[in-house]
């Protein structure tokens, strides 16, 4: 089965961009495994995550942190922003 895509907005890509390059590395490598778990859950089970429209889910990957969302029928990961861990800040 293939894995969702991942899209990263302008703003995504320059917060990413702005990582140190082995964090760069790591958070991608992060979003490529979720996307690829999400590709074997049905759709419904995805839509059913989050209750609102605008939830997203943070993944928290060394000292970095990535808000994404999943559209299911798109089969995207849509990457809304990355960013240095409030605590690492």
């Given amino acids: 089965m293939n894995p ?14 702005a990582l140190p390059a082995q964090l760069q590395q790591e958070v991608r490598l992060h979003l490529e495994n979720v996307a690829t778990l999400a590709a074997f859950r049905r759709p419904s089970e995805l839509r059913n995550l989050y ?11 060394s000292t970095a942190r990535a808000l994404f969302t999943i559209d299911a029928d798109l089969r ?3 990457v809304k922003r990355v960013e240095a861990s409030p ?3």
């Avoid at 209750?51 to 990957?61: G, I």
């Fill in 87 to 89: 605590a690492a800040a």
């Fill in 76 to 78: 995207t990961l849509y």
């Fill in 4 to 17: 969702y895509r991942i899209y990263f907005p302008p703003a995504a890509l320059r917060g990413l961009r």
């Fill in 51 to 61: 209750s609102e429209p605008d939830a997203c889910f943070a993944a928290h990957v």
